[in-house]
């Protein structure tokens, strides 16, 4: 299990979008930004679902998903790629709560889902000699 960081939650906090990278059983890929993401613990993210379709199939036959954040700062960037396996939810708890922070921000949406990534593995993706490497 990989733990999420403080410094790695603050990255992902003032992130405007989470780009969401999943794939096909046959390994298609498919990108999307996904705004309403946000760290839900040490070792899980939270992604709320009011337009994906071929992000919820695709999790729904490969449930594989890589996760990349950054945020621009004074003299540099800091960014971060979590990978991990997602779950759909679409009744409970964490569900419930995830369409509450939705609609109040934006009023007129309706979350179908909440997918739930289990974090495994984290990746430094801010430019220099440590991008690409697999944090600990």
């Not at 695709?58 to 950054?70: D, G, H, L, Q, Y």
């Not at 997602?86 to 889902?113: H, M, N, Q, Y």
Request: no cysteine.
């Amino acid at each position: 299990m990989a733990e999420i960081t403080d410094d790695m939650k603050q990255v992902a906090e003032k992130a405007e979008v989470f780009n969401v990278a999943t794939a096909t059983k046959n390994g298609a890929p498919n990108v999307v930004p996904i705004s309403f993401a946000k760290v839900l613990s040490d070792d899980e993210l939270l992604l709320m679902d009011s337009f994906m379709r071929k992000t919820i199939e695709n999790i729904k036959t490969n449930p594989r998903v890589a996760i990349s954040v950054w945020e621009k700062r004074i003299g540099g960037s800091i960014g971060y790629q979590f990978k991990g396996s997602a779950r759909i939810e679409t009744s409970g708890r964490v569900f419930d709560e995830g369409v509450r922070w939705v609609r109040d921000i934006e009023p007129d949406l309706s979350p179908k889902a909440a997918i739930i990534v289990t974090v495994d593995s984290i990746y430094m993706t801010t430019p220099g000699p440590d991008a690409g490497k697999q944090l600990e």
